[in-house]
């Protein structure tokens, strides 16, 4: 089924539920989403989305899928916006953001599909797969892909290492012992995977000594036709890391002022810079726990893991407490003059998952929420009636 199918089938679910005047609400699950003495509104859900993030963001989008099912879905505001000309409006279902550190959790399932294939455990070390070229520091040889996806490698690069450079590079460093096993976000433990990755399916040669230049540019094309061949293509999902759209990036303490519109980034794949629909990262997500299309049963069982997750959080915040366990990993993406995006996606105990992509920073913080995380949090949190 192309996507474009994928957006009818959307398009009628809206019609039907829309002339269904007479029939059960659709989008009402309080029956069978019932938790004690209190139950969960899917309705009521979006629309509190709807109320915070309007008041929030300049342009925002948000999807909900259920029982493998993209149940409700929102937007509000535009894209491009007029004092930046062929101003147009955000939709769910289409329009691509930069959906930031989300991307990390799509690079984690790429990890867990390769070493699935190879059949090599999470435990494995990632010196064995490292071009034969590069020069591996002191402690390199501790490092598991476990330790990249969970943030605990023990890197502590001196600026952002993202580029395939700053990569080698890091690796040259090593690490201390002491920093070993240590949670430290990194956006080089993901962006090495984006390396990593090629080399385990087999498309890079890792024997083969080449430029920087040329392996940096090598391996871009070939971890994103991974992702596009074993993730995007069998959920009917389209998604690029150059802004294809004319997506722009806005400031929400300056609505008149001029966005920011991002080209080339892929050089930072791996660890961020995938524009894609709210729909979309909703879809991905909710396939990867709830369904066998990306992952089989014990990977899903590693990712989402409550006491150790890989390329996503769990637990560790208040809201939602009475609810039990969730999922997330949210994303932020700044261009300077206060312009940028959020994104976030979050998987409920209830098995609900739902997407949030903005195109506007610093209205979230500012109006009274310490994160987009908290937003989502509260949003589902008041769903719940007696």
């Known amino acids: ?28 699950f309080k029956e069978e989403l019932c938790d004690g003495s209190q139950c969960f509104n899917i309705t009521t859900f979006g629309g509190n989305l709807e109320s915070r993030l309007g008041s929030t963001t300049l342009g925002y ?17 535009q894209a491009r916006r007029s004092q930046d000309g062929n101003a147009f409006d955000v939709n769910a279902i289409n329009t691509d953001m930069n959906v930031g ?35 591996a520091g002191s402690n390199v040889n ?7 996806l969970r943030h605990t490698s023990g890197f502590r690069p001196s600026s952002d290492a993202v580029t395939y450079t700053q990569i080698k ?13 240590q949670g430290n976000y990194q956006n080089m433990n993901f962006c090495l995977l984006r390396i990593l990755i090629p080399i385990l399916d087999g498309t890079f040669d890792r024997t083969n000594e080449i430029t920087d230049q040329i392996a940096d ?33 806005y400031s929400f303490s300056n609505p008149n002022g001029n966005g920011f519109e991002p080209d080339y980034e892929c050089e930072r794949l791996g660890g961020g810079t995938i524009s894609m629909s709210a729909s979309d990262l909703c879809r991905i997500m909710y396939f990867a726990q709830f369904e066998s299309d990306l992952l089989s049963s014990d990977m899903q069982s590693l990712m989402f893991s409550t006491n150790r997750p890989l390329g996503c959080y769990s637990n560790n915040v208040n809201a939602s407490e009475n ?8 994303g932020g993406v700044g261009f300077g003059q206060n312009r940028g995006a959020e994104a976030c996606w979050y998987s409920f105990h209830n098995d609900v998952v739902v997407a949030v992509s903005t195109n506007s920073a610093g209205g979230i913080t500012s109006n009274g929420y310490m994160d987009i995380n908290d937003l989502i949090e509260q949003a589902f949190d008041d769903a719940w009636t007696p």
């Open 169 to 181: 590079d890091g690796i040259a460093s090593g690490i201390s012992t002491n920093n070993y096993g």
């Open 101 to 135: 550190s989300c991307a990390k959790s799509i690079t984690s399932i790429a990890t867990l599909q390769v070493l699935k294939k190879n059949n090599l455990p999470v435990t494995t070390l990632i010196v064995d797969y490292l071009p034969t070229w590069w020069i």
């Open 1 to 28: 089924m192309g996507k474009s199918m994928y957006y009818l089938n959307s398009i009628l679910l809206a019609s039907f539920i829309l002339f269904c005047s007479g029939c059960k609400d659709l989008l009402d």
């Open 323 to 330: 609810w039990g366990g969730q999922f997330h990993h949210n």
């Open 217 to 249: 540019n090598q391996t871009i094309e070939q971890f994103w036709n991974y992702l596009d061949t074993e993730i995007f293509n069998p959920l009917n999902i389209e998604a690029s890391c150059n802004n294809e759209h004319d997506i722009m990036y």
């Open 61 to 77: 989008s948000y999807a909900i899928y259920y029982d493998g099912t993209l149940q409700k879905w929102g937007q509000n505001g």
């Open 142 to 148: 501790m490092i598991t892909f476990e330790d990249l």
